[in-house]
């Protein structure tokens, strides 16, 4: 098989990757590879309405079947890159060799997974997929024992649902608060103290040490003794970047593949984009890093979009996020990696509020706690790097907006 772009990965980078080809009027021929046997679907809703039961998987395709068809791509499903030759432009996959004049890397990540002794059990679940889900879900029985391990988006995330579906949950988290790699202090309390409302427990500084099995269920072991018994274990603790075949093949990385301003790796005729595109990033200032987030994922389609129909611009955006949690709805603006500031804008106990990072007296990042308008006025001040007075800042009847830069 052979095809002038290949894009390997069908989550929101790949679909978008090939969506925003045709938009531009490429016309030559394009093929998706994906090791899922689905059509490229929503990844969000696995931890949240998917695991919830609340949205249907057809409700989670990206785009319909006859969208791909209509627009002749390809979608290679249950198929997975073994190798890339980037000589002779060829791929080695369980479908046989496919050939490309130029190659899309989308292909994520693949959920990090313990190491202690017992990593391997039954009964230890990802949730990264809709066959993880579904086999979490499977596993589900009325009031189980729930342990999560990883107080990140994913781990909150599942143990807000499961809590509210009746399950006993129990988060392990191996560092000094939740959310510590993406959120300061001020909002790992408020949602400590959220998820503790509804019943969930949360045991900070907690690293596992072993799991074993206890009578059909799992019995963990934290290194400071304590042993929690669970029927169902979620591990979240992050990812590891699908890029093995790059690097193998002589591409510039390590977590991720390295890859510059219009997302080319330093193999000819090969981008990267996504979770797993190790690149420069102005609002981390300029630090190499890589974004998890379906906004990233979509812009640097657009950009690798450009540089293949002879438009080239190159990547620059605002990183956004968000996280449904009971009736909370985070929506964070920017990155607050490296803040020397921190405003509190509204009052936590309304359960609507935003926290304002700045650094350099400039603001970089906002996370928004049901206020939406902060979130949406504030994606300007971020981009400008404007610097407002933090009385100011503080003032909620004083709109961001008013601090926008014509």
């Known amino acids: 098989m052979q095809f002038d772009v290949v894009i390997v990965g069908g989550g929101h980078g790949g679909a978008a990757q090939a969506a925003q080809l045709r938009q531009r009027g490429f016309a030559g021929s394009l093929a998706i590879v994906t090791a899922e046997p689905e059509l490229p679907y929503e990844r969000p809703p696995l931890s949240k309405e998917y695991l919830a039961g609340e ?49 899309v890397w989308a292909a994520g990540g693949d959920p990090r997974r313990l190491t202690c002794p017992g990593h391997d059990l039954p009964g230890l679940h990802a949730i ?89 269920a799992r019995l963990a072991t934290l290194a400071d003794g304590r042993q929690v018994v669970a029927d169902v274990v979620i591990v979240g603790i992050g990812i590891v970047p699908a890029v093995q075949p790059l690097l193998d093949a002589g591409a510039k990385g390590g977590n991720g593949v390295w890859v510059d301003d219009h997302c080319r790796t330093s193999l000819p005729d090969i981008f990267a984009i996504g979770d797993c595109a190790l690149h420069a ?19 640097m389609a657009a950009t690798v979009a450009r540089a293949i129909t002879g438009d080239p611009a ?54 928004c706690v049901n206020a939406a308008r902060d979130y949406v006025q504030g994606k300007a001040l971020v981009e400008q790097g404007v610097a407002v007075p933090l009385d100011a800042l503080a003032d909620t009847a004083t709109p961001l907006k008013s601090w926008h830069q014509a």
């Not at 990033?281 to 300029?286: E, Q, R, Y």
């Open 55 to 103: 949205k249907t998987f057809e409700r989670m395709l990206l785009r319909p079947p006859a969208f791909w068809a209509e627009r002749q791509v390809e979608v290679m499903t249950g198929t997975r890159v073994t190798a890339v030759d980037a000589v002779v432009h060829r791929l080695e996959t369980t479908a046989g060799p496919v050939e490309y004049g130029k190659l």
């Open 281 to 299: 990033n102005a609002f981390a200032g300029g630090a190499e890093i890589r974004l998890e987030s379906v906004q990233n994922a979509a812009d």
């Open 128 to 216: 990264r997929t809709r066959a993880d889900v579904d086999a979490l879900k499977a596993d589900l029985k009325p009031e189980s024992r729930v342990l999560v391990v990883g107080g990140g988006y994913i781990g909150l995330e599942s143990a807000a649902v499961l809590s509210k579906l009746g399950h006993a949950v129990t988060v392990l988290e191996a560092m000094d608060r939740v959310l510590a790699r993406v959120a300061g202090p001020e909002l790992s309390a408020f949602y400590q103290a959220e998820h503790a409302a509804h019943g969930v427990e949360i045991v900070t500084g907690a690293q596992v040490v072993a799991i074993a099995d206890a009578g059909g």
């Open 314 to 367: 190159p990547y620059h955006a605002v990183p956004w996020f968000w996280s449904n949690q009971f009736d909370l709805r985070l929506q964070t603006m920017g990155l607050s990696l490296g803040h020397d500031q921190t405003v509190l804008r509204g009052d936590p106990a309304t359960r609507a509020f935003s926290l304002i990072y700045l650094k350099a007296g400039k603001v970089i990042a906002l996370d």
